[in-house]
């Protein structure tokens, strides 16, 4: 238990460090290239993914709020549960824990989400994204791999 929640710790602080720098360091929309197809862009979320419901007037926040604490609460317990040998289970809940938290914070303690992580390709943008949307996505995806090919994960024996 204790090392999926060392996982999770790590992803808000990394989380919360990086939109500090991003808020500090970026200008609200302007763009600054990093790379091809790959942009820092600060911007404010106050929805949830893809900026779903950020114009909803605010009662969103505290909606959004409430889903991530339970959520949060949920994972810990289940966290607990799992057997040890349910690894890619442990590291992917983490993953979502540590990335729903990180999020959380910025809701709380700012009443929008930091997100300054801009993908394109030409003209088509992927909305902004930070390191605690990244986590919950690569989380989610492990969940999906391990639910779909129980056997994706297992060492292959001789």
């Not at 200008?27 to 993914?49: D, H, I, Q, R, S």
């Not at 938290?101 to 390709?121: A, K, P, T």
Request: proline share 3%.
């Amino acid at each position: 238990m204790r090392n999926w929640m060392i996982i999770a710790a790590v992803i808000i602080i990394a989380d919360q460090i990086t939109k500090v720098i991003a808020n500090s360091e970026l200008v609200l929309y302007k763009a600054v290239a990093v790379m091809p197809m790959f942009n820092l862009t600060l911007m404010y979320n106050e929805g949830a993914a893809f900026s779903f419901l950020s114009d909803a007037g605010g009662w969103q926040r505290w909606f959004f709020t409430i889903i991530s604490l339970v959520v949060s609460i949920v994972l810990i317990f289940w966290i607990k549960k799992l057997k040890p040998e349910e690894k890619f289970q442990a590291i992917a809940f983490s993953l979502i824990l540590g990335g729903a938290v990180g999020n959380l914070i910025d809701r709380v303690r700012l009443g929008y989400v930091i997100d300054f992580i801009e993908i394109y390709y030409n003209q088509f943008f992927w909305p902004a994204f930070n390191i605690a949307d990244s986590a919950i996505s690569i989380g989610v995806v492990i969940l999906i791999i391990d639910t779909l090919f129980p056997n994706f994960f297992k060492k292959k024996q001789d």
